[in-house]
């Protein structure tokens, strides 16, 4: 099942130990997502503070090497869901000389990303939502499935959004 949480602030007064325990508060409250991993990444570039968390259930790849975030080059990623032809789309990506050190679908997600920036969307056959954030632009995107199976809940308070 899966759980994504996180938040964009901007604010001159920035305080990242407090942003990684509402990080934490915020995973704790979907555990019954995904009790196996959790994992944060909080950034602070210029004024803003970036928060990517998750919540793992781990189904198709067992070992830590899917635990999220999933980093990769330039990209962080957090997701939930499902990508019903992340073979296929692993095979195509081998074909272009992309590495794989798991056998999960999260991997083949963030270097569909890279390769091909949100034309990716158009390849994937699945259910999910997903947050991307990359570093090199500095945006924060987030994604749901084209039917909307997988929740992607978020707020705007102040000078903040949460999801």
């Known amino acids: 099942m899966c759980g994504i949480a996180g938040f964009v602030l901007n604010s001159s007064n920035i305080n990242r130990d407090l942003a990684n325990i509402n ?9 019954h997502r995904g009790p196996d991993n959790e994992g944060q990444y909080v950034k602070i570039i210029n004024k803003t503070l970036i928060g990517l968390g998750h919540r793992r259930l781990s189904i198709i790849d067992l070992s830590d090497n899917s635990n999220q975030p999933t980093y990769f080059e330039n990209l ?15 095979d195509l990506l081998l074909s272009y000389g992309y590495n794989f050190r798991s056998t999960g679908d999260a991997e083949v997600l ?36 084209r039917f909307g199976v997988k929740p ?8 903040c959004i949460y999801y």
């Open 23 to 31: 990080l934490s508060k915020m995973l704790k409250k979907i555990k």
């Open 76 to 90: 962080i990623m957090t997701f939930n869901g499902e990508i019903y032809n992340y073979i296929e789309i692993r």
């Open 110 to 145: 963030i270097k569909a990303f890279h390769k091909w920036g949100m034309r990716a969307l158009d390849k994937l056959n699945g259910m999910f939502s997903i947050s991307l954030f990359d570093k090199d632009i500095e945006a924060l995107y987030l994604i749901r499935d």
């Open 152 to 159: 992607l809940l978020y707020t705007h308070k102040s000078n």
